[in-house]
């Protein structure tokens, strides 16, 4: 289990690195790599808990896709490739302000309630149990957000065309 | 035996029935009968006259059977021991009245029941005002003819009569208010029935608003009564529910009385119920309405002096006198309010009679004066009296009423002024002259003539009962009535015909109109009104031109049917009187009308006066006085046509001569002269300005205050409020608008940092 | 492992997501930084899936994925309307609700 | 509870005007004399429905709730569909149905500028749904929404057919009525938390309200809740000084407009008074009697003031509600049945005087096209019988015995003579002179408008006018309303049979009088003879 810690404790170190950059620096594209990182790290995280699934969908749809898609979108807004100008605004200190009190409160809340609890790994869940699940309790919700990407995809393809 | 031993006293609510019925014919169907519409409210009065005659006979008869002769037949013979006697067999003399009654609504275990009590003084009144009534009808075929809304006029006078009956068989005092302010409805149809012009509507309102004030009394008062009954019952230790039953509350306010308990209640009763027989019967200082309401026509006044509206004040307080006598302690023989009112009424309103030039004004004042007599005879303790004075007062008033309306009718110009239009209408109308006259005569209370009796009683039993100061007042007020009513009679039929002819009408007309302009909305003076029954002039138009010719040639006696009501009258102006007279000992209106209050003995106050021969002494003398007065003044003119416009110290020796050393001017220009005039016109003047203008400027304050109210109170004030709480709202609106800057994530922000302070304030107090 | 590990990071995260939106002066980055959100969203979902020891966590945390990809194209699609309308990406210039 | 077409029929009362509604908004703009037969036969067949209801209601338990419904609505706040109606609300239903159908028939050919007769109706349909609803919901959640929707359908019709300042009447109106109910919606949810029923669940059901008693709240709090309850209803009466909004929305609003809101919507808030705050608060309400007394006899000077003051007639009219409805929160505040009585029936006969009066002003106002009362004269001559029914409504309004206006009155000022115990006697007698002295200044007003507006001749400017007297669709409408102020004037039994008990349950379960109860049981003349005759020496 200490493997297991220590590499969380990595990981954690890397992400947090990587928000803080995503949040702080003044060039845009690099802003996406360092969500990259994060992603990355929080598939590495599910992968320690033993989510090997919604690990790999992770890595699939957020850096494969979604990535992609803010590139795209960095580039379709001529967003200048170098640090030029300061990326944050004049918000900075209520926006500290808000943050800190909302992780604070978190914290607390978690620290509160489980203070102690273990995350006691048998094995890890397997992706035929995560279909079972899909499939039988959460066929309704499943099909609702095929629906709803449906719609997004309908809805971003009339938004953004030109006319 | 006619039918049933009871039937009339039983069907009595057959009375008021017939002229509401009659009402709603004519309202609904009378414009297909034209002016045969009148037939049908004849008929409808007539058969209640009739009714109501059934109600004597069969009344009398029942007194009679239940008094049995002996008691009675005793008190005749002694006649001067009579009360003693009386007192005595107090108990046998009581006659239950007749009362029929339904409950008409229940509420909360509260009954309203609601029905007819006929007894004497029901009997009475029945019979005296559809008989006033019926002359009334019969009168105004002639009088009204061609009016142009003599259907609706018929109508009027049918609820008018409907509405009076209905009040004198009520068996609880709410029908008695209901009766009450129908009453004031039917007056105010009639007195604005020729509501075209302003003054006549003016007067209208003002009657109405003047009587309505006194109702606050009746309302407030009534509903006292209700509580008197309930707080009897209580102290007898019953179940404490109030009730309206007239029989309950006369019962109750002698219980409450006799026991000494709620003498406030009590108290506030009775005044609250004076307060609205001042509105009603014109008592000092609500009397004012009374000679505005002159502009309706002249059988309306006739109607509403003698029979309805102003008696109806003196009837409730007949009706639940000992609320009266215990609420004002009369039996203690002190100065009271009701006696107080009344006395001071009688004074004013015969004061106020010298001045006017107008007829029927001097009549309306003497109206006022009589009907201080009565109220004055109820505050001495004087019941029977007050009562009799009703009875004959009705027939005499009416018949100068309506001998006025004759007057002015079939003179040239249908004007009620006697000094431009009148003056030796003796000539011209020489049966109506006599009808009048007889008329006078009993209004002075010329011996034997009704007046003199009724009159007389009420001083006698004023002195008897300990009430001195007010019996010399009433024979003042006997002085000043004989005088007045000496000078309208000279003005109206002696000396030579002032009037025009036809060609004066517009003319005589038109000094109305003038003074009649300055009127405003409620309040108007009483010289404002112009008083002509000119509904000739508003027939002009009319279907009835034929008939209209009246009024264009000189002054002539009237036809059958505004004589025959005279003659029915004059009759009774004298007969009705032999009723009652201690002196001849008579006391068949006492035994007759006399009513139950309630199952306490000991409460007796219907007593004719003990015959004393200096009263009616002093009573004749009163009127000789007064008359030989007004002869000096008026009629020999023996002071000269002119004598206040007189004066100059140089010509007062010559004059010292001439006018033989001034003895006349002592006797006419001080005493008369200083009672007609300036005595006469301060209490005119303070009639005018004083009184009127309160009333008009409570009316106007009332507009002020209410013009003030609304536009700076309402408007400004509580309406600023509001609008100030808008404009706050604005400015707060504002200040939230300096918050919506448009950055989006200043509310994003603004969001997530309130999110986050709750989830905190949460986390920290679970 | 500690439940309370996992629960911390996210909360770390969430909090500089958070910092992100209300900072950053390009639409895009917001947008990134509520993506910081949503993963801090999923680690908690799966970190309780895992110590609950099912599979419910994790098909949580796919919808929670699956809606995030439909908001980003969404979201993407409106900072290029955005874009188009005033040639700025900068979400203060987007300024028409003021009051 | 109620079984059968019994179960519907109230349900069909409140609902049926929404089908003539959704057929309204089929049928084509143009199609208007489909759409006001389609309207009026809703109004009929609602009518007839509450007819129904009164013909089968049960006289001899007026206190019982009669075709009483209760249906899970939202289950998870405890709301319940629960509907019914007693000898209190009976009347107001069978007024409102009856008052809309006059309202349409009026409507026929008395169409306000702009001419839209489709928005129109559709609006008087919805509205009547809102106001039949409130007088059967019993249920505080129902409630209150039928008292809301009842604001939109008077908002719009003020704001679209009203005068040249409507505008600022419908806004005032709208946020006045808001802002109590607001305050109302707060103090129904104090009471729904603080209050538990038999079953220890908090609920909104009025008569688990009722039974539960104060359920524990302080005095304090009790006072608060009252409070709010009493600006929301106040306002709808409207009372002293929350009046304002009412002589704008009158004077503003079409005809129609104003016959619904002086003959029912007033109403409304009266009734939230009996039917809610005073059986549910019974400690507050005293507490507050002397009070809500003293606003009332103000609103009855002060609104008779404020009508001397008006050369407008329709104004006038509007502030002859402030003071009219004036007695009859005094007949509530003396919080005895008999006052509540009076109070019940002094909204009915207020609503048939004055939608009568209303009525009559907009018919002067069509002819003459101005309701300045200086312009105006000698109706008598022009239009004899719009005149004569002027002035029978005047005598009505101004509370002459025999017709409907004074059994408001008169009980209402008795009651305070003697108020519920615990109450002054000296204030509330206080009260009692000053409501009397309210019925002179009431006369004042009314024979000065009559006297302005009927009597005289006609003005110079309207000589030649050609003016129609009352016509047939006028006569249709107005002739029952007149009819039923007479009825009710002479024979106010019907009205006090069907209140009476109810109140009196009402009265004596939240204000129990000590000296009656101990005597109530020895009452042997309860039973005797409706009739007796007294003869005696026969």
Known sequence: ?163 | ?766 | MLLNQFLLLSAFLFGTGIYGVITRKHTVLVLASVELMLVAVNINMVAFGATLNNAVGQVFALFVLTIAAAEVGVGLAIVLLIYRNLRSANPDDASVLKG | MAHGFDAWILTLTTFTPIVGLALVLLIPKVEEELIKLVTLLTTLVTLGFSLYVLKNFDFDHTAKLQFEVKKTWIEVINSNYHIGVDGISLPMLVLSAFITVLCVIYSWNHFPEPHNVKAFLALILLLEVGMNGTFIAQDLILFFIFFEIVLLPMYFMIGVWGGPNREYASIKFFLFTLFGSALMLLSFLAIFFKVKNGQGLHTFDIPELIAAGKGGITHGVQLIIFGGMFIGFAIKVPMFPFHTWLPDAHTEAPTVGSVLLAAILLKLGTYGFIRIALPILPEAAKSWAPWIGLLAVIGIIYGALGCLAQTDMKRLIAFSSVSHMGYVMLGIASLTSFGINAAVFGMVAHGLITGMLFFIAGSVQHTFHTREMSRLGGLLTQAPKMGWILGFCAMASLGLPGLAGFWGEFPAILSVFKPADGLSLPVFRTYMVIAAIGTVLAAGYLLWMLQKVAFGTPKDEWKDTHVHDVGPQEWMAWLPLLLLIVVLGVVPGLMFKTTDGAVKQMVDKAFPTKVEKGVAEKQPEAKSPAIYVKHLGR
């Not at chain 1, 919604?54 to 200048?80: D, E, H, S």
């Open chain 2, 1 to 766: 035996m006619l039918m049933n031993h009871f039937w009339f006293l039983d069907h009595a609510w057959l009375i008021p029935l017939i002229p509401a019925i009659s009402y709603a014919v004519i309202l609904l169907f009378g414009k297909r009968y034209g002016e045969r519409a009148a037939w049908i409210g004849l008929a409808s009065i007539g058969s209640a006259w009739v009714l109501a005659l059934g109600t004597v006979v069969q009344w009398i008869s029942h007194v009679n059977d239940s008094e049995g002769a002996e008691a009675r037949g005793v008190v005749q013979s002694i006649g001067g021991m009579v009360r003693n006697i009386r007192l005595a067999a107090e108990s046998k003399l009581h006659v239950e009245p007749i009362i029929h009654s339904t409950t008409w609504f229940q509420n909360n275990g509260f009954k309203l029941n609601v029905g007819i009590q006929i007894d004497g003084l029901a009997v009475m009144m029945l019979f005296v005002v559809t008989t006033i009534s019926l002359l009334v009808h019969f009168y105004s075929t002639e009088y009204l003819k061609g009016d142009r809304r003599f259907n609706h006029y018929y109508a009027a006078l049918s609820l008018f009569s409907a509405s009076m009956l209905f009040l004198v068989v009520a068996s609880s005092t709410l029908q008695l208010l209901a009766g009450w302010e129908l009453v004031g409805l039917c007056s105010f149809m009639l007195i604005g029935h020729w509501w075209e012009e302003k003054p006549n509507s003016n007067a209208a309102l003002k009657a109405f608003l003047t009587t309505r004030t006194g109702d606050i009394g009746l309302l407030t008062g009534v509903i006292m009564t209700f509580f008197v009954v309930q707080k009897y019952a209580t102290m007898a230790g019953g179940k404490g529910t109030g009730s309206f039953d007239i029989m309950k509350v006369n019962e109750a306010a002698i219980g409450l009385g006799e026991h000494g308990g709620s003498k406030s209640l009590l108290f506030w009763c009775a005044a609250a119920l004076l307060l609205a027989i001042m509105g009603k019967s014109g008592q000092f200082p609500l009397h004012t309405w009374l000679p505005d309401a002159m502009a309706g026509p002249t059988p309306v006044s006739a109607l509403i002096h003698a029979a309805t509206m102003v008696v109806a004040g003196v009837y409730l307080g007949a009706r639940v006198y000992p609320i009266f006598y215990q609420g004002f302690h009369i039996a203690g023989g002190t100065i009271n309010p009701m006696a107080a009112i009344g006395g001071a009424t009688v004074i004013i309103g015969a004061g106020l009679a010298f001045v006017q030039n107008d007829i029927k004004k001097v009549l309306a004042y003497s109206t006022i004066s009589q009907l201080g007599y009565m109220v004055m005879a109820l505050g001495v303790g004087a019941w029977t009296a007050a009562i009799f004075h009703l009875f004959t007062h009705a027939f005499f008033k009416a018949n100068l009423f309506l001998g006025a309306g004759s007057v002015s009718h079939s003179g040239a110009n249908h004007s009620f002024d006697m000094k431009h239009d009148m003056g030796g209408l003796r000539k011209y109308m020489p049966k109506t002259f006599i009808t009048f006259m007889i008329g006078t005569a009993a209004l002075i209370g010329i011996p034997f003539t009704a007046g003199f009796f009724s009159k007389d009683e009420i001083l006698a039993v004023a002195g008897e009962n300990n009430f001195t100061f007010f019996k010399y007042l009433g024979l003042v007020g006997a002085v000043m009535t004989a005088c007045y009513m000496t000078r309208c009679v000279y003005l109206t039929f002696f000396g030579e015909y002032r009037g025009g002819h036809a060609d004066a009408h517009g003319a005589g007309h038109d000094v109305g109109h003038d003074v009649g302009h300055d009127t405003h909305a409620y309040v108007s003076d009483d010289h404002a009104t112009p008083i002509h029954d000119d509904h000739a002039a508003h027939a002009a138009h009319d279907l009835h031109d034929a008939h209209d010719d009246h009024g264009h040639h000189g002054p002539h006696e009237s036809n059958f049917p505004i004589l025959a009501p005279l003659f029915f009258l004059s009759f009774m102006s004298i007969a009705s009187g032999y009723l009652l007279s201690p002196m001849l000992k008579i006391e068949k209106f006492a035994l007759w009308v006399e009513p139950h209050f309630g199952d306490d003995k000991h409460f007796n106050v219907f007593e004719p006066g003990v015959f004393k021969a200096i009263d009616p002494i002093l009573a004749v003398a009163a009127g000789v006085v007064g008359m030989l007065l007004a002869y000096a003044f008026y009629w020999k003119k023996a002071y000269g046509e002119n004598i206040t416009e007189r004066n100059g110290a140089l010509r007062a020796g010559k004059n010292f001569l001439v006018n033989k050393y001034y003895l006349d001017v002592l006797y006419t220009d001080i005493i008369v002269g200083g009672v007609k005039g300036p005595i006469a016109q301060a209490a005119y003047w303070v009639n005018q300005n004083v009184i009127d203008n309160v009333l008009r400027y409570t009316g106007k304050g009332a507009a002020g205050a209410a013009q003030f109210v609304y536009k700076y109170i309402d408007q400004k004030g509580v309406d600023g409020v509001y609008n100030g709480s808008a404009s706050g709202a604005g400015a707060l609106g504002g200040l939230a608008r300096k918050l919506q800057t448009g950055r989006v994530q200043l509310y994003a922000f603004t969001v997530l940092f309130g999110l986050g302070a709750i989830a905190l304030l949460l986390v920290i107090f679970n």
């Open chain 1, 1 to 163: 289990m200490v493997a297991q810690n220590v590499a969380f404790w990595i990981f954690a170190a890397f992400m947090a690195a990587g928000a803080i950059r995503v949040v702080t620096t003044d060039n845009i594209v690099h802003a996406a790599l360092w969500l990259v990182l994060v992603l990355a790290g929080g598939a590495a995280q599910f992968i320690l808990l033993g989510q090997e699934f919604v690990a790999w969908v992770q890595v699939i749809v957020y850096i494969g896709a979604v990535i992609v898609l803010f590139l795209f979108g960095i580039m379709l807004t001529r967003a200048p490739m170098e640090a030029e100008e300061k990326l944050n605004n004049n918000l900075r200190w209520p926006g500290l302000a808000a943050a800190l009190l909302f992780a604070g409160t978190l914290a607390w809340a978690f620290l509160d309630q489980w203070g102690s609890d273990k995350i006691k790994l048998t094995k890890p869940v397997r992706t035929k149990e995560i279909g079972d699940l899909v499939f039988r309790g959460y066929l309704v919700p499943f099909e609702v957000v095929g629906v709803l990407l449906l719609a997004a995809l309908i809805g971003a393809v009339v938004m953004a065309r030109k006319d």
